[in-house]
């Protein structure tokens, strides 16, 4: 098999060449594309003199003939080689669609938008798309291009694409894409970004290329009251787990997610959300400690309890790193709002050092009431200058960390104070995020009453 890729004119060639090249030009018999479907807003006019008029199916497009598409429209040719669909916002044009000595040759260029090609295998074809700056040729091929801002985007579902610009030429495999700018020579291929994943499995109609849904799974202590022994502080192990799906609408959704405990039990968590994470979040906890260095399995289910493939992530409790609370806690009505202080938790080399360069760990303000928690703060990542945090009385005093509502826009009623310090697992440990958080032992109420804010200690 030979192939030739060209360049005419400074513009960029996507050729799909496949067997032998027939050389000769002249006495080829036109195929047609045939607009086989439309939606919502497509004009086109078939030949190169005609006006443009509303596109209709079976409408027959022939060699300079054009289709254009509106916002949120799309449309779908019929070729001998296969089916091109334009997807919004879209302009090209058909230059040529012959038949030769038993080649099929079709050329189109993209003025802008995005077309997917999706090519039938064992036909003997040439097929190039034309935009601004590149060259690419394939065999029995899905793949797409886009142009935007005079950037040429390329990406192959299947089948390989031979991409040139400048003379410079590169390979782009299934599941890769690589991109062309104006004048320059083509970018160095690259796994399909999940945004192309997502245009693929929805737009491009391969729901299969969906990126996997990702699930991360946290397993962490959390211990209530004064420093001490551990069993005196009712210990509890709590499970946090987020999903993300980034694929296509007909993907399965997690409706709730399965944790495999070490000793082979199982627990179902269900979703769950707070001013801290709202989206596709599931939660829960059992009394008691982790088991220490025990791996915990979290696995997506979808609403018939059905385990999603490839949703699973694991995590283990290190031990070791249980902290104790913030001590002396103590709640301030000032101007501006409610200043909280606290004594620091002790530090723990490599799990607790909120202050330190870089921070390990975090304390958390949180204030709830019958409904929820109304207001949080953390500062996870940033080094914690000292230990105390201003609740704004105005949202427009919020800084870094502040969630939820500020005083003057909570309803009447009390809401009880807690500071909580959160440690880490240490950095090379085969755990994730949290280790062990522990909660302050005073009861602080914070009562507001006709706007009026006062602080109930006991």
């Known amino acids: 098999m030979n192939r030739r890729s060209w360049i005419i004119g400074g513009m960029v060639l996507v050729a799909v060449i496949v067997l032998v090249l027939v050389l000769l030009r002249p006495g080829g018999q036109e195929r047609p594309a045939t607009i086989v479907e439309t939606v919502k807003e497509v004009d086109a006019h078939p030949r190169p003199k005609d006006d443009w008029q509303p596109a209709a199916v079976d409408m027959e497009i022939y060699g300079g003939g054009q289709v254009r598409t509106g916002v949120e429209s799309s449309a779908r040719l019929e070729l001998l ?27 189109l260029f993209l003025q802008k938008g995005r077309l997917w090609a999706h090519l039938a295998p064992g036909q003997s074809h040439e097929f190039a798309v034309e935009t601004g700056a590149a060259v690419a040729a394939v065999r029995d091929t899905h793949f797409s291009v886009r142009v935007s801002d005079g950037e040429t985007l390329v990406s192959v579902a299947e089948g390989a694409v031979e991409l040139t610009a400048q003379k410079q030429g590169v390979t782009v495999a299934a599941g890769e894409q690589a991109t062309v700018d104006p004048d320059q020579p083509p ?49 509890e192990t709590v499970f946090d787990v987020t999903v ?40 829960g906890f059992i009394r008691g400690l982790p088991q220490a260095g025990g791996t915990y399995t979290f696995t997506a289910l979808t609403a018939d309890g059905t385990p999603i493939p490839g949703a699973e992530a694991q995590d283990v409790y ?24 606290w004594d620091p938790s002790p530090v723990i080399p490599g799990g607790f050092d909120p202050g330190g360069s870089p921070p390990r760990g975090f304390y958390q303000v949180m204030l709830g009431g019958e409904d929820g928690m109304a207001f949080g703060w953390s500062h996870p990542g940033r080094p914690l200058a000292d230990t105390s945090h201003l609740i704004p009385l105005r949202r427009q005093d919020f800084g870094p960390g502040d969630r939820g509502v500020a005083l003057e ?50």
């Open 81 to 107: 080689e296969g089916i091109v669909r334009l997807s919004a916002d879209t302009v090209f044009t058909v230059k040529e669609s012959t038949s030769r000595q038993g080649a099929l040759l079709t050329t």
């Open 318 to 341: 290190v031990g070791g790193y249980e902290l104790d609370p913030p001590a002396n806690v103590r709640a301030e009505v000032v101007e501006d709002g409610i200043l909280v202080s």
């Open 187 to 235: 970018g160095k291929p690259e796994p399909m970004s999940d945004e192309e994943l997502i245009l693929w499995a929805t737009e491009g109609e391969r729901p299969e290329l969906a990126p996997p849904m990702r699930i991360h799974g946290d397993v962490s202590c959390r211990l209530f009251g004064q420093a001490g022994d551990l069993a005196a502080r009712n210990p």
């Open 409 to 458: 826009e909570m309803d009447d009623g009390d809401y009880g104070l807690i500071v909580a310090a959160f440690s880490w697992a240490p950095d090379g440990a085969a755990a994730g995020a949290n280790e062990c958080s522990a909660l302050s032992g005073e009861d602080i109420r914070v009562v507001i009453r006709g706007g009026q804010v006062d602080i109930e200690e006991p």
């Open 244 to 283: 993300e799906s980034k694929g296509a609408e007909t993907a399965p959704s997690a409706a709730r997610v399965a944790v495999g405990t070490p000793d082979r039990g199982t627990i179902v968590l269900e979703p769950y959300g707070d001013i801290f994470g709202a989206e596709c979040r599931f939660y």
